[in-house]
């Protein structure tokens, strides 16, 4: 029981963040999907999670959620 807790708290959270395929109040910067190369928005503290990743040289750590379904929860940024 207190597993299945967690898990809804952690989903609850990353709903918090979750990107929209049209910009939105909360969601106003745009941002590709690595994988299918869609463009998504996000939130300023994603959207700046984001970038400096790109920043420092990483590859793009934005996932969409369809892609990320199909990867499987290990994936998550
Ligand atoms: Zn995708």
Redesign the pocket.
Known sequence: MVKVKEELDANRAEAAMQATRYPTDRNQFDVY?D??G?VFFVNEMTFEKISAALREGFDNPF??D??RNELGETAYL
């Open positions: 999907c994988m299918c869609e996932i969409c369809d892609c």
